[in-house]
């Protein structure tokens, strides 16, 4: 990485370096927060699975155990 | 992008910022378009899914329609000293057309009734989706105060090397623009596909129901 930078022409940044980096930062941010709403969404997303299974193998369960009180 | 391409004669390192600016701004205005073609679809077929896929396109458009909002002004205050300028038509119209999907979540949130809400949703979609191109065009024709002029209806003025990384830059943004939206699709499906399942195997009991939503239900 280190050779990259040292091979890589001098960037002409000056006054205009600041408001470059602001607007890259802007980019970056923007898709950082957007990915951080999404994968809360999946970690929701995957406790409702856990649930919706907890819940089915309950009502089997339950089923199970009527049938065997009927018998 | 910033070793590939020339400097610029006039703006120096500061035109940096056309590589993300532009293609955020093009890939938007592309995002409005195709959510209203997807809007066309729902009305045509009456199936949720059109109407889905035509609010993630609005969605994601939005998204970086800021970022071409927010980059643009960081690069006008570096070029003209000015965060903004109200009298140069391309910044006007862009933030008008921007403003305008901007009531479209709230206008979906105000509709209870799923089947109303994504009828009266794909009408504003397609409509608001036509305004854009005639808003480019009107753009095109109005008379240029600061914002230069790069992409005209006769093609672009640049040269070959800074063509070369805008094309790739766009292309990129274009990519990154279909993942997202696939990512949020895949996400919103799942949602519900879970739910119907829940439904199924459970009983509409053991259901939460849905509370008012902007979303497509």
Known sequence: MSLLFAVAPELPLGKAGKYVAAAYIVLVALILVYVTIMATRAQRLERELAELRRDVEAARAAAAEETEHVA | MF????????????????????????VSLCGFMFGGAMAIGYLRTGDRKWDMRSYVA????????????ITGSIWAKA????????????????????????TYQPMRFSIEDPERQSRYASVFAIVAGAF????????????????????????????????????????????????????E?????????????????????????????AAPR
Not at chain 2, 58 to 69: D, E, N, P, Q, V
Not at chain 2, 79 to 102: A, D, K, M, Q, R
Not at chain 2, 154 to 165: D, I, Q, R, T
Request: proline share 6%; hydrophobic share 55%.
């Open chain 2, 79 to 102: 070029s003209w000293g000015h965060w903004w300028v109200w009298n140069e038509p391309t910044l006007v119209s862009f933030l008008i057309v921007l403003l305008l999907f901007c």
């Open chain 2, 3 to 26: 070793f590939y391409a020339p400097l610029d004669v006039t703006q120096g390192f500061v035109q940096k910022i056309f590589y993300i600016h532009v293609p955020l701004a093009i």
């Open chain 2, 132 to 183: 854009v191109p005639l808003n480019y065009v009107a753009v095109q024709m109005a008379t240029a105060y600061v914002h230069p002029r790069v992409l005209t209806l006769g093609g672009a003025n640049l040269p070959p090397s800074m063509g070369f990384v805008f094309v790739v830059s766009l292309l990129a943004f274009v990519l990154l623009y279909v993942t997202l939206w696939k990512y």
């Open chain 2, 58 to 69: 609005i969605h994601m458009a939005l998204i970086f329609g800021i970022g071409g909002l």
């Open chain 2, 185 to 213: 699709m895949a996400s919103k499906n799942a949602r519900s596909q879970v739910r119907r399942l829940r439904r199924t195997l459970l009983g509409d009991d053991l259901v939460r129901p849905v509370g008012r939503s």
